[in-house]
């Protein structure tokens, strides 16, 4: 988060409007770096969402809205930047959505939208996979495949000129197992309730004996982000 907040090549005064906030963790993590004439509008589709971030963040500069990516409720050019941080994927018709951030970015704005690239975590899926346990699903890692670092320099620039991508150079070294169990059952489909102990057990050893053969397991990171800038309107 704070990579890519540094990413953002935003003029000191503007109107900033994020989609798929989630917990507000780009602000939070930020907090001291927000120039003080930035208005922020942060939104979710998800009113769980939006609640966390009103307390994560419990700051006045910021105003929270319930909103839909494909149906934004804001008027033709109503901001400098509209930033899509990891949640494209999410939506269900992305030329919905598109459509609608071009329509409130004003002419000029800047369209920033983050996501992960196929080789994300591909260790792990590939430790699930070997673990072989039917109770266990990978399938939630595909969830992305509608925008990806690979096909997203498409859609972009369907919408917006001078698009760019930028990687986040970055990988992890997991000395533990308990981070990688717990990982792996956060993800969507899978629960502890699915495994008695003994089961559950197992994975964990299996998880211990890939970091003993080298001391951990070595998982990329595979994410970074688009830059588009609206065309300026006749």
């Given at each position: ?26 602000w939070a993590k930020n907090?001291?770096?927000i120039p003080k004439a ?188 688009f830059q588009g800038i ?5």
């Amino acid at each position: 988060m704070n990579w890519f907040f540094e990413q953002l090549n935003l003029p000191d005064k503007a109107t900033v409007l994020e989609l798929g906030c989630g917990n507000g963790e780009l602000w939070a993590k930020n907090l001291c770096k927000i120039p003080k004439a930035w208005d922020i509008t942060l939104t979710d589709f998800s009113a769980g969402m939006l609640e966390d971030a009103k307390k994560n963040l419990n700051s006045k500069r910021f105003k929270f809205k319930l909103v839909d990516a494909q149906d934004i409720p804001y008027s033709k050019n109503s901001f400098d930047v509209v930033i899509a941080n990891h949640m494209l994927y999410h939506v269900t018709d992305i030329g919905k959505a598109f459509s609608e951030i071009y329509r409130v970015l004003k002419p000029n704005g800047y369209f920033y939208a983050s996501t992960v690239g196929k080789n994300h975590m591909k260790e792990m899926r590939d430790i699930v996979k070997r673990f072989n346990s039917q109770e266990i699903t990978t399938d939630s890692w595909n969830l992305t495949e509608k925008f990806q670092l690979e096909n997203g320099l498409a859609e972009v620039s369907k919408w917006f000129k001078n698009v760019t991508l930028k990687r986040y150079k970055d990988n992890l070294k997991v000395t533990s197992s308990g981070p990688l169990a717990d990982y792996i059952f956060s993800m969507p489909g899978n629960t502890k309730n699915i495994l008695d102990e003994t089961e559950l057990h197992n994975l964990k050893n299996f998880l211990q004996s890939e970091i003993d053969k080298n001391g951990y397991i070595y998982i990329t990171k595979d994410t970074g982000f688009f830059q588009g800038i609206k065309s300026s309107e006749p």
